[in-house]
């Protein structure tokens, strides 16, 4: 070695070794397992992974968690938004409870969830024979698997946006309608944007967590091929069914394209930060 | 009449903090609102500008009830912390109150307003860059632009140099002054800070509690305040009791005591403010109290001295440097301390409630 | 529930608890503190727990003096032959496919070193029915009605639970004998019953869960299991044989390398062979599997002996692995199903 000094401070030691720790502690959580999965994914060879992909069930069944996915990232970000507004603006009795029933859909095990879904709108229920009888069956039909995907990604964006929403200054809003705004171009034009990167973290997350839901969907999809089959109970299928090559190609694509879309908010997120 | 305020009464729960409040701000002058904090100061602003509803009484904008919602109450509103916008530039910032107008002006028109403004805010070389590379100082002005860019029928400013630092607040206020000459829109702004009430106000509001104790031009308050509180927020004052005064050594005949007191054991506050004393190596028939100087501390062109009384009573003085050097004086010494102007208050200050200026 | 099997074998995990550590392997096989593992596809759970394994301690008992004490795990015949083949210790295997008997036997855990041959085969037999709800209301008679369009079917997925493949080799086999061994009939039917699928569950204890919740009018499912619900949850779900069905082959085997490490050979021989003697064969029989004497033409020995059933074999049919292939292969027949049917409407 040269005979500098290894470091120039003790500070210095310590940043790289807590900066050390936390990236092999990332690499031996995250990447190896990742990594694992990459290699099995294209260990038989790129043809063998075009193949499985190339299978009109699994492409039905990605297209269909993609599409599920997205629709969750911007029903999250409209309603997550206006139920911490209501959180965070509005006093009513049962608030506090409220508060706190918002945080359940992470702690119920997400196929307890698709259970208490079954119970409520399945087959045998009361909730589940009107709805049919109207012509809006829900338990194994896709309706049935947005409603799954609902509950357990419904915290997301509401835990994001409120705490930032409760630092806001109400100083910009009110000085907007001094200005002669409206409520509505005050929210789009001043409070949005300040809100902009806490909506686009939680709606990332209930998209990423749409997209790899398997237990809360179950037991509520039927899992169907072409008709309610996600990729996640595709990738489970082809688990249990011994085609780990299949599971490791599917599962490859849903990582890259939630990679990708975290990729992409981060980014949307990072520019608003530096208006800071 | 710019602004109209009548009875206006406000509680926060079992804090009242407004308590039939009424005034007036003549179209074209700039009026502070002065007050400690928690005096209620803030709120009558936001009252004005819509942004805080009354409990009962009404607020008028030049002759117009006001009772519309904030949007088109047509006031511009100065915040403390600026309150800009922080992803929008400093353009768009300015340009904000013109784009929500119906219908919306031209494009040229938009830009030719906003240049004028960054010319009358001295930014027009800032006009892409966001808030966050401004200097506060920079920032309460595009705040100032942002507000006047839709002409409004009033300026409200709740403590616009609060958050500055003290050399930045000084050029701000002078500059604040001048702008307002040039524009004469009818302007209330709030502050804690006497001495920036003095500098820039035609006329003060003190308030206090939620009430309104005096009301006039700055001379006219500093020289003949109408309550004790107005007395001791307007500078530095001495408190006397009545038996200090009492045992001064006076020789009636020559010199009458300049205020009327009551006798022994009557119930006053007696001010003399610091530099209303005058000191004297003799007794020069004037009525005087006999002090011995405890400290001597130079201020520049000014010098104070801590005299204690013979009874015991401490005693702040101003006087000119000059004034000192020509009397040599050096602490330790006994002098004479002559009262010029006294300011004694019988009883609480009267109420005033229609005050107009 | 009955109270005193059920106690048993509340007795024999108590006493696997207390034995703690005791496992430690003597050389010399001490018959005193012997232990089985038993990995037991889900199927024979009630069987295993009420029956067989009181039954067998009982029968150890009377020989050696000591109840043996026993380690159970149930899921489904595919993770158990998964977690086997990668490690898992257990001492005896009860499956439900052979397909999955076949995987263990691939793998060389099956036999001693330096031996051919292994001890395993087939424990128990089934067959394949269709559940109905009580009283039949959907006048269900044969495998075509679940292609009607007024019926909705419960099915494990294939793909995910090995041992429900026999469902579908009994409708493939029931169409394809019907029709002179015609594969596009087979196909055609099983394209047919799949339309009609309301849900695919992972495993066939949850396609019977969700048949209970209300879910669809049939499910096909095994004798066995349907013989379980109606004893879980006290309603006269009906069975309904077809005229021709599957017998299902039940294997079960002894994992070698597991009983050498474990030097337990006595019990676990002796185990295996318990399920060979009558008490244990009638056991099964109660719990709605056949005997294994139960040929094919001789269904009396089920629990609807009224139905006739023409009863066909997985060899009749070309054996596991080919229909296995000619199904659920890469050019199998089942993903074709459903592009095939795609565009279709709900199925209820």
Known sequence: MSQKPAFKSSADAVTLLTRGASLSYLGVVLLLPLAALGFEALRPGPRVFFEALSDPLARYALGLSFT???????????????????????????????????????AVPTVVAGLMLVALYGPSSTMGLLLERNGVPLIYHRPGVAVALLFVTYPFVIRSVQPVWLELDPAEEEAAATLGANHWTTFFAVTLPALRPAVLSGAALAFSRA????????LVAGNRPLDTQTASLYVYGAIEGDRTQVAAAVSIVLLAASFAVLLILNSLQNNAVKLD | MGISVRRLSKSFGAYHALDCVSFEVPEGQLVALLGPSGSGKSTILRIIAGLESADSGEVQLTGADAEAPTRNRGVGFVFQHYALFRHMTVRKNIAFGLEVRRPRPSRNELRRRVDELLNLVQLTGHADRYPSHLSGGQRQRVALARALAPRPKVLLLDEPFGALDARV????????????????????????DQQEAFEVADQIIVLNRGKIEQIGPPQELYERPASPFVTEFLGAVNLLRVETVLGMNVQYDEAPLPVEIPGPHGMAAIYVRPHDLDITRQADGRPAWRARIRR?????????????????????????????????????EDVFVAPRDLKVFHQPSPFVENYVI | MMPSPAESWMRATVAVVLSGCAQASSKPEDVREMTLRIAAASGFRDVCRLRLLPGFADHWKARHGV????????????????????GF???????????????????????????????????????????????????????????????????????????????????WGAAQLRDDGSTASARDLLAGITRRVVTFESSSRLSLAAFARGAGDTVVTAESELHSLRTRTGVAYETVVPARTLRMDLPGCLIEVSVEKHGNRAVAEEFFAYLNEPEAQAAFQEFGFAAMEVEAEAPTRFDTPTAKSSLFTIEELGGW????????????????????????GTAR
Not at chain 3, 67 to 86: C, H, M, N, Q, W
Not at chain 3, 321 to 344: C, H, K, M, Q, Y
């Open chain 1, 68 to 106: 599920l996915a997205l629709a969750m990232a911007v029903v999250n970000a409209v309603i997550g938004t206006a139920t911490a507004w209501v959180l965070v603006h509005r006093d009513f009795p049962g608030k506090a409870l409220m508060n706190s029933l918002i945080d359940l859909p992470f």
């Open chain 1, 211 to 218: 997209l790899g839901e398997f237990g809360g969907i179950s």
């Open chain 2, 169 to 192: 607040r000084e050029e701000l206020r002078t500059w604040l002054r001048r702008l307002h000459d040039e524009a004469h829109v009818t302007s209330l702004f709030v502050t804690h």
């Open chain 2, 296 to 332: 001597i501390t130079p201020l520049g062109g000014l010098t104070r001295l801590d005299l204690t009384l013979h009874d015991g009573a401490n005693l702040h003085v101003e006087l000119t440097s000059d004034r000192v050097r020509a009397l040599a004086l050096n602490a330790g």
């Open chain 3, 67 to 86: 109840r043996p004490k026993f380690e159970e795990s149930y899921a489904s015949s595919g993770s158990l032959t998964r977690s086997i083949d990668s």
């Open chain 3, 89 to 171: 210790d257990a001492d005896v295997a009860l499956l439900m496919s052979v397909g999955d008997l076949d995987r263990l036997a691939k793998s060389n855990i099956l036999r001693q070193a330096g031996s051919r041959s292994s001890i395993s085969g087939i424990i128990a037999r089934g067959r394949v029915v269709i559940g109905v709800r009580p009283g039949n209301p959907k006048q269900i008679r044969s495998w075509d009605d679940l292609a009607r369009d007024d019926v909705g079917v419960i099915l494990a997925d294939p793909r995910v639970s090995g041992g429900s493949r026999w469902n579908i080799f009994a409708i």
């Open chain 3, 321 to 344: 692995p080919r229909l296995n292939d000619e199904i659920f292969g890469e050019t199998g027949v089942w993903d074709g199903l459903f592009i095939a049917s795609n565009g279709r």
